[in-house]
């Protein structure tokens, strides 16, 4: 199957004709725009190596996650950085494309804190090898975690050797009616404590907050806390995860990374607020340069994670000295613009 891919890839540099790397299609709404004849690496499947004790998985690009995740259940481990699924089936190297991470990021890293290496094709058909299996291994790491977050502008992911983690002994979720400004102060609080969190959600007057790790933690960081113990949390935090629910369908959707402390934003919109502050969800039709300046105000920046793209682009103008290294690394991997073209910047 590889052989295929990467005949196809060369015919396509040759021909100059633009592709668009596909796995479970699961997030083809995000981003911009792209064009180009789909490469789908579904077929690119399984698990390449699993070594439990040493807390290390390889696997091919289009693997499910969720057969990833059964695999790693069995053997009581996860991934830490909870990749969204977005009710699809997500695989691997889509997830790794994206780059982006669930509710327990902040508390145990993002996707791309987890990538020890990585096998891909550049864009002129090259297979290309960075990293490793072992967690010591930092040969090539940070062209490893180049990919991450790229969209498949770069090259095609063909596999991934990722650290994962033990689950925790305990889990307990919270839940306080706090408005918006108090759920903020709070979040940061309690941050700055030694509590076991490792998820944090502010809604429609209510704060949610998971703490995981020893049961002896959970339950000492429970009841100086209080709050409401929440039913059947799992569910609550993997629909968050997945965006599945209502809040979600709204559009547009934007994502506005800002400072954690940043106190609200008052842009009078729907909103909901993750990672301890740090991500604020807005359903707004403001225009895009409104909610940008908001979020270069907080010391952040906004995407528009869905709906219609503003003029600007999905993702927030980089500056000029910035774009100069993007299409650097644009040119050394994927010379004539084949892979996803236009899905991060107009220009690649």
């Known amino acids: 199957m590889l052989d295929t891919l990467i005949e196809r890839i060369r015919a396509a540099h040759e021909s100059n004709t633009p592709l668009i790397i596909q796995g479970g299609g699961s997030k083809t709404f995000y981003g911009n725009a792209d064009e180009g004849e789909v490469l789908s690496t579904r077929a690119l499947a399984g698990i390449v190596d699993y070594q439990p004790k ?175 113990a929440l039913k059947d949390a799992a569910a609550f935090w993997q629909r968050l995860r997945d965006q599945a629910t209502p809040f979600f369908d709204k559009r547009p959707i934007w994502r506005l990374a800002v400072k954690p402390t940043t106190p609200p934003l008052n842009l009078g919109d729907a909103q909901w607020i993750e990672w301890g502050g740090a991500v604020r969800w807005l359903a707004s039709n403001r225009p895009a340069a409104n909610l940008r300046e908001a979020a270069k105000s907080a010391g952040g920046h906004a995407t528009l994670f869905r709906g219609a793209a503003p003029a600007d682009g999905v993702f927030a103008p980089l500056a000029p000295a910035l774009l100069g290294v993007h299409r650097n690394l644009k040119q050394r991997f994927d010379p004539r613009g084949i892979f996803n073209r236009g899905r991060l910047y107009s220009d690649f």
């Open 54 to 228: 040493e807390l290390v998985l390889t696997a091919r690009a289009g693997t499910p996650l969720a057969e990833i995740e059964g695999l790693l259940a069995e053997q009581n481990q996860m991934l830490a950085f909870e990749p969204p699924h977005f009710g699809g089936p997500a695989t691997l190297g889509g997830c790794i494309a994206a780059g982006l991470s669930g509710p327990r990021r902040p508390y145990a890293g993002a996707a791309r804190d987890f990538v020890l290496g990585v096998r891909m094709v550049d864009g002129t058909g090259q297979p290309l090898r960075f990293g490793g299996q072992v967690i010591k291994n930092v040969a090539g790491y940070d062209v490893s975690r180049l990919m991450v977050g790229a969209l498949g502008t770069l090259g095609l992911i063909t596999e991934v050797s990722l650290k994962v983690l033990p689950k925790p002994a305990a889990e307990s979720t919270l839940q306080f009616e706090l408005d918006e400004a108090t759920a903020i102060l709070k979040m940061n609080q309690w941050a700055g404590q030694p509590l076991p969190l490792s998820a944090t959600s502010w809604h429609a007057g209510l704060l949610t907050l998971r703490l995981s790790g020893a049961a002896s933690a959970v339950q000492v960081a429970q009841a100086k806390l209080g709050g409401e």
